[in-house]
């Protein structure tokens, strides 16, 4: 199986890494001041939770993507969304590929089943809290550190199958879902729930933790889960 990554930051390169880590064969599309520091210093991750990583890995930029890829894997922040839709189309191309989203939220899937087809674009969601050093170094800060993908569509059993395979070695959790929108749904209420809260307070959740969480937490949780209803 071959896999394509958008970008090597903080999700797509902690991911990446670990089923590159893992023997998988992994490719990374990247810019061009990212892939150069890639291959001066390696992809390297620092964590408690699943040990650190430092490794050679193959990167390509968006002007050489070519088609025969199985998984793309796409870690594109919502703002990027259109441009980072042009940068995968061609690994897209010829109906081989298969995009694992791993954006946060639900209406990115919309304007990926129009663009690629429902057939082509699987559901995911990754649960991990890491950032993108200055030195390059992808930093993981919590305990957990997981991927759940599923099909969408009748035709995507077998490549979820195979990518189940494919990351079943790596030192994070990869998690098959036959009702992956679930999944996508309940952390789009976890976010709209303390996102709203922090947003809306002017202030970091340990301190509405400490005043108002147990009664406005819940008031939030019930309101997003009505809407993902």
């Not at 793309?72 to 989203?101: C, E, Q």
Request: net charge positive; hydrophobic share 50%.
């Amino acid at each position: 199986m071959k896999i394509l990554v958008l970008g090597a930051g903080a999700v797509g390169g902690y991911f990446g890494g670990r089923l590159a880590q893992a023997g998988a064969d992994v490719t990374f599309l990247v810019r061009p001041q990212r892939a150069a520091l890639l291959a001066k210093t390696g992809l390297r991750v620092s964590s408690k939770a699943g040990g650190d990583l430092s490794l050679a890995v193959k990167c390509v930029l968006a002007d050489d993507v070519k088609p025969g890829y199985d998984i793309v894997m796409f870690t594109a922040k919502a703002y990027d969304l259109p441009s980072a839709v042009h940068a995968i189309a061609p690994a897209m191309s010829g109906g081989r590929g298969t995009l694992l989203p791993l954006l946060n939220g639900m209406s990115h899937l919309d304007l990926l089943d129009e663009r690629f087809g429902r057939e082509h674009v699987l559901g995911g969601v990754a649960h991990i809290a890491s950032t993108l050093a200055p030195d390059g170094e992808i930093k993981h800060l919590n305990e957990f550190h997981r991927v759940a993908f599923g099909p969408r569509h009748v035709a995507q059993e077998a490549i979820c199958e195979a990518f189940a395979a494919a990351s079943a070695g790596a030192k994070s959790e990869f998690k098959r879902m036959d009702v992956i929108e679930q999944a996508m749904w309940d952390k789009w209420v976890l976010l709209a729930t303390l996102a709203g809260m922090t947003c809306l307070m002017r202030a970091p959740i340990g301190d509405i933790a400490a005043t108002h969480l147990e009664t406005y937490a819940a008031r939030r949780a019930r309101e997003a889960a009505a809407k993902a209803t």
